[in-house]
């Protein structure tokens, strides 16, 4: 078994590297190209953060595609007594960027600079779990909302109760487990807390890596767009087959869509009504016509800037013409809109419509 050598931390090659430099200069020679001493400065810093051995990443050049042997390694991120190094190809320099799950660009950074992707990391990882988060607190306050519609029809108590009995519940604790998830309390602060975790959600960056240069009411109301149009034209397409396990994944980001929109107290009705086979059509149109006057509403909007004029026409398009096909030439005649107008609207409806309108 070889014993692993301690890493040579990315301060110390910075600091030797510094001091062969200042002795060329004294010495009047040419100072070495920087991003090939950044590139190794940069693999000594990124072994040091993660505890790797010049064996440990030896072995993970080589499972990239990059077979490389430990002395490689060492050659290239210790200075020799003339300041030099091994030298980097271009197929090894793309290797370590894989490796290290950096652009090619990134590895040219030296560490001082490259401590900012740590500060990145955590924000990134704050979206990631954010968005986990907030996809799971919107299907628990549908799923909820399903559970309390339910329990306020007195038939369906009635068969919850015979069955809790049927499995051996008493019926004093049957009748508390009925009180408890009738709670009405629990149930606001449930929605409530939705509230919050969506505006932390869309601080957070709504799942993206880079939160974009728009303020959060603005987002909010362009998120709000994209979720009218895909709660309508799930309800629209879909609902029949909505407990189908290919479409558990649309089913559950539908669910997230109608907490926000604020269309939970009639979504329900219709899905409750579709889980127990009893019609829903008339639930269906309510649900239909609310979510028409929610696009009218941000289509009549006092409109302040340029976001809201182009947000406003996002909604007009959406609310007379719907999800179906058509060209930019199609809307323009229909809205008497410009066409680069036109274009923003449909980039604000969301990247599928936009891919669907041609």
């Known amino acids: 078994m070889s014993v692993e050598e301690p890493v040579i931390t990315a301060e110390g090659s910075l600091a030797k590297y510094r001091e062969m430099e200042r002795v060329r200069q ?14 190794a400065l940069r693999i000594a810093w990124e072994m040091r953060r993660r505890g790797w051995s010049q064996e440990r990443m030896a072995n993970e050049m080589t499972q990239a595609g990059c077979p490389m042997h430990q002395s490689a390694i060492s050659k290239i991120i210790n200075v020799r007594a003339d300041g030099g190094r091994r030298t980097i190809s271009v197929d090894e320099a793309i290797a370590f960027s894989k490796v290290f799950h950096v652009s090619l660009g990134e590895l040219l950074l030296p560490p001082e600079d490259a401590e900012g992707r ?4 955590l ?82 960056g709504a ?8 303020e959060s009411r603005e987002r909010l109301t362009r998120n709000i767009l994209r979720d009218l149009i895909g ?20 089913f559950k980001l539908t669910a997230r869509r109608v907490v926000r929109c604020g269309l939970l107290d009639l979504a329900v009705p219709v899905i409750n009504s579709r889980m127990l086979g009893t019609p829903m059509e008339g639930d269906l149109q309510r649900l239909l016509g ?3 006057e929610k696009l009218a509403e941000i289509e009549n909007k006092d409109g302040e800037t340029e976001r809201d004029r182009i947000d406003m026409l996002a909604a007009r398009i959406a609310r007379i013409w719907g999800d179906r096909p058509a060209s930019i030439d199609t809307l323009m005649e229909l809205t008497g809109a410009p066409h680069e107008d036109v274009r923003q609207a449909i980039l604000v409806l969301g990247p599928e419509n936009y891919r669907a309108r041609g």
């Open 123 to 204: 924000a990134l990882e704050i979206s990631d779990l954010a968005e986990g988060v907030y996809g799971s607190f919107g299907y628990l306050v549908f799923t909820w909302g399903r559970l309390a519609h339910l329990l306020d029809k007195n038939s369906m108590r009635e068969k919850y109760l015979r069955w809790l009995g049927a499995t051996r519940v008493t019926p004093h604790r049957a009748e508390e487990v009925i009180r408890s998830w009738s709670d009405k309390d629990s149930w606001e602060d449930l929605r409530e807390g939705f509230s919050a975790l969506n505006r932390v959600y869309v601080a957070a």
């Open 290 to 292: 609310a979510i028409d």
């Open 26 to 39: 004294m010495a009047g020679e040419e100072p070495k190209a920087v991003s090939e001493e950044n590139i």
């Open 231 to 250: 709660v309508r034209q799930f309800f629209t397409k879909y609902v029949e087959r909505a407990f189908e396990p290919r479409l558990e994944k649309a």
């Open 118 to 121: 740590q500060i990145h990391d």
């Open 207 to 214: 799942g993206v890596d880079l939160p974009p240069l728009v």
